[in-house]
């Protein structure tokens, strides 16, 4: 099967990855179902920084990915890294390289971290980033959110500084709004995407093509420009 690079694909990602080779992709970065229900409301968030958004009831979050979900990505990919690991612990290997995510919530309702398991033989690393309601770690360069479980698109970027190799192709099966391929697309990392629901296809095809406007809007209301995305790169590999 022929991949065009640099695409959202609006397909199931097994069936997808069923018609790859081996090792086709040199890291899966992704964001599963966690098996939570998470919008069964069609609300997400409670109280605290913000009241609830709407995003409408979804039935996605219902289970985790199946077994044999698990062992494509593991088959199609050279490493992977997993948000959510922590409930998918019956398919994946034990590993001494977990991402922490610490998300900087200000109360006890909502987790402090998030956990992404992954198949590298590193130690755990952490990343502080504030994602609470309307409050972000960088309000000047806030993201709409777009989806309910949305990541921040500087979470994809620290994780492919330190993580990805210059050159890799990254895939994404459960790709969402497109949060980490956006954070490719800005890094210059060649990326491929899948998402089952048309609507978030078409929201990660918009960010996409828009990523300076939604993701790199300066306080003045101008566009980032190449110059000032190097110089995200660059903090980034500090
Ligand atoms: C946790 S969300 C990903 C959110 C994403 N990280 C973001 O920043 O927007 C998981 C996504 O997987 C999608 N999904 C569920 N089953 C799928 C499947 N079999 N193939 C492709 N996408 C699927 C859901 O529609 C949902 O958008």
């Excluded at 958004?53 to 979804?58: L, M, S």
């Excluded at 806030?142 to 890799?168: C, M, S, Y």
């Excluded at 790709?175 to 060649?190: D, I």
């Amino acid at each position: 099967m022929e991949i065009q690079h640099n695409q959202i694909y609006n397909e199931d990602c097994l069936e997808f990855m069923k018609k790859l080779p081996d090792n086709y992709f040199d890291l899966i970065i992704t964001d599963p179902p966690y098996g939570i229900d998470v919008c069964k409301t069609g609300k997400v968030g409670i109280k605290g920084a913000s009241k609830p958004k709407e995003y409408g009831v979804c039935e996605w979050d219902n289970s985790i990915p199946t077994e044999e979900c698990f062992k494509e990505m593991l088959r199609v990919s050279k490493n992977q890294i997993i948000f959510g690991g922590n409930y998918m612990t019956q398919y994946l290997n034990p590993s001494s390289c977990w991402i922490v995510w610490d998300k900087d919530n200000q109360d006890s309702f909502f987790a402090d971290c998030e956990l992404a398991w992954t198949s590298f033989d590193k130690a755990v690393r952490k990343f502080k980033y504030r994602w609470w309601g309307m409050l972000q770690e960088n309000m000047k360069w806030k993201e709409k959110r777009l989806h309910p479980t949305q990541k921040p698109v500087p979470l994809g970027r620290w994780i492919l500084n330190k993580f990805a190799k210059e050159g890799d192709l990254i895939f994404d099966p459960f790709a969402g709004s497109g949060s980490f391929l956006v954070a490719c697309k800005q890094l210059g990392f060649k990326f491929v995407g899948c998402e089952i629901n048309k609507d978030y296809v078409e929201i990660c095809k918009r960010r996409l093509v828009q990523q300076s406007v939604d993701d790199f809007t300066l306080p003045n209301g101008n566009f980032a420009t190449q110059k000032s995305l190097i110089s995200v790169k660059e903090e980034f590999q500090k």
